[in-house]
């Protein structure tokens, strides 16, 4: 069984920082892509970075914004979240796309991020 605990999250100013964590823990073979999504209400679920072996890609709204990272020996990615906007505001969702049997996708429980104007 595969488990995803995510951290960080908050309320913040506008023009402040924030960091997320997400760490991957159980049996498994290999860590494929690890990314994070983020949702408002109404609104589909989106992309917000992502990294794999051979890229990494950032939504156009975060570019220049928000860093991703990953620690391999840790099976744990980052997501350090720098001149908070308002429109940031969202609940964040750590994706993992592995392979243990088979290869599927897991999603993080979703922190909420707060960005107040």
């Known amino acids: 069984q595969v488990q995803l605990v995510e951290s960080g999250g908050g309320l913040v100013q506008a023009g402040g920082s924030l960091r997320l964590s997400c760490a991957a823990s159980g049996s498994y073979f290999s860590i494929n892509t690890m990314g994070w999504y983020r949702q408002v209400p109404g609104k589909q679920r989106e992309l917000v970075a992502d990294s794999s072996s051979s890229s990494t890609n950032y939504a156009n709204s975060v570019k220049g914004r928000f860093t991703i990272s990953r620690d391999n020996a840790k099976n744990a990615v980052y997501l350090q979240m720098n001149s908070l906007k308002p429109e940031d505001t969202a609940v964040y969702y750590c994706?993992?796309?592995?392979?243990?049997?088979?290869?599927?996708?897991?999603w993080g429980q979703g922190p909420q991020v707060t960005v107040s104007s």
């Open positions: 994706r993992v796309d592995l392979t243990s049997t088979v290869r599927r996708v897991y």
